[in-house]
């Protein structure tokens, strides 16, 4: 078992839909998790992190944290072109490592 | 201010080679993380500098080596190199070792031939 797991996609959103991604992950160390968009061929970028249980907003998007499930999601409202991307789920337990998982592909159809 | 740089950009070697990668992290950032991501799977942790000591090592064999120089730049060294070596390789800055944010370089595309 991976211990960050993704769902790999394609996930196809219209666009202005919501696009919603999972996450699940297996070591309960963890502390923060990580949502980065990647676009092809370029390096992954920080969206946002969350901590705490419950749920963080930034912009358009909002990360969901369910510590006891081992759940996290990120939401993507009013999707754009410019958002397909891959997303890659990470977690953090002690110190600087991430722990990733494999990505989800999102592609957004005008 | 500058982001995260790393060099080179694409370097092509033969089985067997050793190589070099170098990082320059953001400034005032002090801690550097390595990671190795092949081709349509996430990065993988290989190693965590801070303040030139390392805090952390990823499972990769000793032919992976690292190190962080007083100004907080950072190379990393593969010898014996393999074909599954091919792969890009991502330096990550961050003020702390415990930072939250960790910022990613461009990377470093490696293929071994």
């Known amino acids: 078992q991976k211990e960050v797991e993704q769902n790999s996609g394609p996930l196809s959103v219209p666009e202005g839909a919501i696009a919603s991604l999972n996450c699940t992950y297996s070591d309960r160390g963890s502390q923060s998790f990580f949502w980065y968009r990647q676009y092809s061929g370029k390096s992954p970028e920080l969206i946002m992190f969350i901590y705490s249980n419950g749920d963080k907003e930034d912009g358009r998007f909002t990360a969901q944290l369910n510590k006891a499930s081992q759940y996290v999601s990120l939401l993507i409202r009013d999707s754009q072109p410019s958002d397909s991307a891959t997303y890659l789920c990470?977690?953090?337990?002690?110190?600087?490592?991430?722990?990733f998982g494999g990505g989800t592909r999102v592609l957004v159809k005008p | 201010d500058a982001g995260v740089t790393q060099s080179p950009t694409h370097l092509i070697k033969t089985r067997g080679q050793q190589v070099t990668l170098r990082c320059s992290p953001i400034s005032g950032h002090k801690s550097v993380s390595w990671y190795q991501q092949v081709l349509g799977q996430g990065p993988q942790f290989i190693f965590q500098?801070?303040?030139?000591?390392?805090?952390g090592r990823g499972n990769f064999p000793d032919r992976f080596s690292a190190r962080q120089f007083p100004n907080y730049s950072s190379e990393l060294n593969v010898n014996a190199l393999l074909l599954g070596d091919s792969a890009l390789y991502l330096c990550?800055?961050?003020?702390?070792?415990?930072?939250?944010?960790?910022?990613f370089g461009p990377g470093t595309r490696l293929t071994v031939t």
């Open positions: 990470a977690g953090k337990a002690a110190g600087n490592k991430l722990t």
């Open positions: 990550a800055s961050s003020r702390t070792s415990a930072s939250y944010e960790q910022y």
């Open positions: 500098y801070y303040e030139k000591e390392e805090r």
